[in-house]
């Protein structure tokens, strides 16, 4: 018996370094049975290991997401994750079709490093290695570059190429972008083909955008501004902003209109007007002023923000509590040439937070506006700037949505005028459509000197307009607060190309931000 096993243990150990008993691993197999060559069945596993960290070092600078690749590859059983996965069944040709029509949303298919797949496919396909050390490179490059590729389409397709509060002033909507655990779990799909076909951009509008480029690229020389306008809105399609309920309020500042929608059904629209547009060479005096600190100095930027939020409620007869910048810039100016301005315009202004009870008798030119003591505060009436309602949303800017006194302005074309806040062409009809029920409508209706709607209300109105009318105990108008219905968006957003009944409707842009969207975005076009 000893002997027989003296015998054995020798030829074992001849059997193990010939590599008989060597496991050809699963690229080895699946490339193998798919060439009918038995060359790839050699597969080392540790050899090409070594060639990819070669490569993964070398192309870092060549690579998307270089980070997250290196982490992800970090894995040895990754290596040769998506060529194992997608090579046989065709899917990696799928990918490549899709890089190579990414015309069809504007971007240059070399931003995706197409042609860098396309040779390192070309050449695994073409199967003319004359041992298997030859593979390796070509495998690394192949499973690099897909790597790559696939998280820049989904990043550019499915988010956007731009991280729009990088580039646009005043915009402070959140955007989703992807993070490490996304990118993973692209990386790690089932199925390349799903993946691909999920990441298209499905709504119709982006569909009509994108038809539309594709018959105006026919003449791109002709049709230059309209090529530029329809690639910066797909872009503002491409990102994804979470929050935004099934029924909301979304104001198009380059249209200068209102549009109510619930679920995706309009229920109202109307004309509004909007923040006037920042001085031109707004960046090269804002340098000028942070040196003087003079307000002569400080240039104007009135635009309305891009914003999301909810309504939280409605004033009804709104005191305007003034902006300092308004104080300075323009009331104090007024009250200077005018000592009866304030009085005359129903403006109260307070010193330390206490009532100056005789403004006609303030001495102006004993203050600076630099450093003016005082804060202003415009009652509710008739002459409010204002209006009759106020509408509010949370938000950092100070925005919110109101009437107005001034009705004639609805009447121009161009309604980019105001401090920044909007307003609203028909308030009532809006505030009937935010509160909770018909008898709140009623409420809201007689605060601001309107008969009910139910006529049984009448004796309650009458009062009202009999306190109102009192002479000997002086009547004084206040504000009164409305709550909204709950989850009614408000989005303040930016469009100069959209989608309407199957045609592009066009806006100028008013405040030039498809010219810094498409500054951005031109070097992926």
């Not at 050449?123 to 003319?128: E, Q, R, Y």
């Not at 006529?455 to 109105?461: A, D, E, N, Q, R």
Request: a positive charge; glycine letters at 4%; proline letters at 4%.
């Amino acid at each position: 018996m000893k002997k027989v096993l003296v015998l054995i243990l020798p030829l074992c150990l001849f059997l193990s370094s010939c590599n008989w008993f060597k496991t050809t691993p699963e690229i080895g197999v699946i490339l193998s049975e798919h060439f009918k060559n038995k060359l790839y069945k050699d597969f080392d596993t540790a050899a090409y290991h070594v060639v990819f960290n070669r490569h993964l070092d070398s192309l870092q600078s060549k690579l998307s997401n270089p980070k997250v690749i290196s982490n992800f590859y970090t894995n040895d059983e990754h290596k040769n994750l998506l060529v194992s996965r997608f090579y046989s069944n065709g899917e990696l040709d799928t990918l490549k079709s899709y890089l190579e029509n990414s015309k069809v949303h504007g971007f240059n298919p070399e931003i995706f490093r197409y042609k860098d797949l396309d040779q390192a496919l070309t050449a695994l396909t073409a199967n003319k290695f004359k041992n298997i050390s030859e593979v390796y490179p070509v495998l690394a490059d192949l499973e690099l570059f897909t790597a790559s590729s696939l998280l820049k389409y989904d990043t550019f397709i499915g988010y956007g190429s731009i991280n729009p509060k990088k580039v646009l002033n005043r915009y402070y909507v959140t955007t989703s972008r992807p993070d490490s655990g996304a990118m993973n779990k692209v990386l790690e799909t089932k199925s390349l083909a799903k993946l691909l076909k999920d990441i298209q951009p499905a709504g119709e509008n982006y569909k009509v955008l994108q038809a539309a480029l594709a018959n105006l690229e026919k003449d791109p020389s002709r049709n230059a501004a309209a090529i530029k306008a329809i690639e910066v809105n797909m872009e503002r399609s491409r990102w994804k902003i979470p929050g935004l309920s099934s029924e909301y309020v979304e104001v198009n500042i380059p249209d200068f209109s209102l549009t109510w929608f619930k679920e995706q059904d309009t229920v109202t629209h109307m004309k509004v007007c909007v923040g006037a547009r920042r001085e031109k060479a707004f960046e090269e005096k804002q340098k000028i002023y942070s040196k003087t600190h003079a307000l002569d100095d400080k240039p104007k930027n009135h635009q309305t923000p891009i914003l999301l939020s909810k309504f939280s409620a409605i004033e009804v007869n709104p005191v305007w509590n003034i902006p300092v910048s308004i104080a300075k810039n323009e009331i104090y100016n007024q009250a200077r040439r005018d000592p009866y301005y304030l009085s005359n315009n129903n403006m109260k202004v307070y010193y330390k937070g206490k009532l100056v009870n005789d403004t006609d008798t303030i001495q102006w030119e004993k203050y600076s506006r630099e450093n003016l003591p005082f804060q202003f505060k415009q009652g509710s009436g008739s002459g409010n700037a204002l209006g009759k309602f106020k509408f509010m949303f949370d938000n950092g800017a100070s925005i919110y949505l109101h009437d107005t006194n001034n009705k004639s302005a609805f009447n121009s074309a161009s309604r980019a005028i105001s401090h920044g806040c909007v307003r609203v062409e028909r308030p009532l009809e809006f505030a009937q459509k935010m509160v909770h029920n018909d008898a709140e409508y009623d409420q809201l209706r007689m605060e601001v000197n309107l008969p009910p709607v139910d006529t049984t209300k009448m004796g309650i109105y009458r009062k009202k307009l009999a306190k109102k009318a009192d002479t000997l105990n002086v009547f004084q108008l206040k504000p009164k607060w409305f709550g909204t219905r709950k989850n009614i968006s408000v989005f303040i957003n930016y469009k100069t190309a959209w989608a309407e009944n199957g045609k592009i409707e066009y806006r100028n842009d008013v405040y030039g931000l498809d010219d810094a969207l498409y500054a951005a975005m031109k070097k992926y076009l």
